[in-house]
C-alpha cells in the first residue's frame, strides 16, 4: 500500500488574488503555478542558477528587483520548464469580471428565448469585444461603473444593489450595443437578477484558476498525485476549493475547450498546507507564477523592468501556459470552443463548488 510520500506531489503557489474585487488597479493578473518536483532537485537547481543567495527563502519579486538576477532566473525556469512537470495559469481579471458579467447579466435573458448564448465560445466573443471596446462604445466611466456594481451585487445580492446594477447599465450608451446590455437596461431582465443573486455566484477567480490548473496536472500526473502549498491567507480559498474537489466522487466529464477536459471524480487524492520556508520546491512554484505575472504586466504596459517578457514566454510550451485573455479573433475562438460544453459547466459548478463549503 503506497503512502502519500510516494505519490507524485505538485507544488503550487499563486499570484494577484484580490477576492471578489477584481478590477483592483495595482494587480490586473490572477495566476497559479503548479511543479511536480521535489524539494531535493528544486534545492539543487537553487543552488546552481544562484549560488549566492543568502536569503532563507526564494521570493521572486525580491530577487527580480535586482538586474543581475534576471538570466539567472530566466536560466533557472528554462531548467524546470525543460525537466520537469509544470504549468503556468495567468487570466486578465477585467476581462474575466466581463465574462461573469455576460454569463449572468446576459445570458439568462437569452436561454428564456431558447438561444445558446454558449455555442462555439459566443459568451467569450462578446466578453472580448466589451472588454476592448466597451469603454469607447459606452463611456469609460459609465462602463466601469457598471462593472463595480455588477461585482458588487454579486457579493451583497440585496434588492438595492440588483436595482444599482441596473440603473448603472441604464446610464451607460447601452442602446449602440443593445444585444449586450440591453437585456439590463431595457428589461431589467428578471432571469438575469435572479442568476446574479443565486447563492454561491460571485467574482472570486479562485475557482476559475483552480479549474484550469487542475486541469493541466490531472493530464501531466500518470495517476493519483497530492499537492502541497504555502500557508498564505490567500491559499486558504484554494486549499478549500481543492479538498472539495477531492472529495466530490460523482461520475461525470465536461469537455471545455478543443483540449481540455474536466472528469470527477479527480486522479488528485490529497492536498496539504506547508511552510513554504521549508519547500524549495514551493519556492520554485513562486518564481514561476511571479515572473509570468510580471511579464503580463510588461506586456500591457502596466509595469516595467523585470525579467524580459519575450525571453520568458519563449521558455513555455504551447501545453505549459494556459492564458485568459480577450481575443477578437472570433473565428479562432469559435474554432476553440466549438463544441464545448460551458453551459453545462457552469450550472454543474455553481451547484457543487460555489459558495460556502458544506462540511
Same mark, same amino acid.
Given at each position: ?134 469603454? /469607447? ?6 462602463? %466601469?461603473? &457598471?462593472?463595480? =456594481?455588477?461585482?458588487? $451585487? *454579486?457579493?451583497?445580492? +440585496? ?118 520556508? /521549508? ?6 512554484? %513562486?518564481? &514561476?507564477?511571479? =515572473?509570468?505575472?510580471? $511579464? *503580463?504586466?510588461?506586456? +500591457? ?59
Amino acid at each position: 500500500m503506497s503512502t502519500s510520500s510516494d505519490i507524485e506531489c505538485f507544488r503550487i503557489d499563486e499570484s494577484g488574488y484580490t477576492g471578489f474585487d477584481l478590477l483592483n488597479l495595482d494587480q490586473r493578473f490572477q495566476g497559479a503555478s503548479a511543479i511536480a518536483i521535489s524539494d531535493d532537485d528544486a534545492a539543487r537547481l537553487i543552488k546552481q542558477h544562484l549560488p549566492r543567495l543568502q536569503a532563507s527563502e526564494l521570493k521572486y519579486r525580491t530577487l527580480s528587483r535586482r538586474p543581475a538576477n534576471h538570466q539567472p532566473l530566466l536560466a533557472l525556469q528554462r531548467d524546470v520548464l525543460s525537466h520537469f512537470k509544470a504549468a503556468t495559469y495567468v487570466c486578465d481579471k477585467r476581462f474575466l469580471l466581463v465574462l461573469m458579467f455576460v454569463d449572468y447579466a446576459v445570458e439568462p435573458f437569452y436561454y428564456e428565448r431558447g438561444v445558446d448564448f454558449y455555442k462555439d465560445g459566443q459568451n467569450y466573443a462578446m466578453a472580448s469585444l466589451l472588454t476592448m471596446a466597451g469603454p /469607447t462604445i459606452f463611456g469609460e466611466a459609465a462602463f %466601469d461603473a &457598471m462593472l463595480a =456594481a455588477f461585482q458588487h $451585487a *454579486a457579493k451583497a445580492k +440585496t434588492p438595492e444593489a440588483l436595482m444599482a446594477l441596473v440603473d448603472a447599465v441604464r446610464a451607460t450608451r447601452w442602446q449602440e450595443l443593445p444585444e449586450a446590455l440591453g437585456p439590463l437596461a431595457k428589461y431589467a431582465a428578471p432571469e438575469c437578477l435572479a442568476a446574479i443573486a443565486t447563492p454561491g455566484v460571485n467574482t472570486d477567480a479562485a475557482l476559475v484558476v483552480l479549474q484550469s490548473l487542475i486541469n493541466r496536472m490531472e493530464v501531466m500526473a500518470e495517476g493519483a498525485y497530492r499537492v502541497e502549498h504555502d500557508q498564505s491567507k490567500n491559499l486558504l480559498t484554494y486549499h478549500e476549493l481543492l479538498q472539495r474537489f477531492i472529495d466530490h466522487e460523482q461520475n461525470v466529464e465536461f469537455r471545455q475547450t478543443e483540449i481540455a477536459f474536466l472528469k470527477f471524480p479527480l486522479k488528485l487524492t490529497e492536498v496539504t498546507q506547508i511552510d513554504s520556508k /521549508t519547500s524549495p520546491a514551493v519556492q520554485l512554484a %513562486d518564481v &514561476m507564477i511571479g =515572473a509570468a505575472i510580471e $511579464a *503580463a504586466n510588461t506586456m +500591457t504596459g502596466l509595469k516595467s523592468g523585470g525579467l524580459d517578457p519575450d525571453a520568458l514566454m519563449s521558455l513555455y510550451a504551447d501545453n505549459q501556459f494556459i492564458h485568459m485573455v480577450p481575443s477578437l479573433d472570433f473565428e479562432e475562438q469559435r474554432r476553440f470552443r466549438q463544441g464545448t460544453q460551458a453551459s453545462e459547466l457552469i450550472d454543474y459548478f455553481s451547484a457543487n463548488f460555489a459558495g460556502p463549503s458544506k462540511v
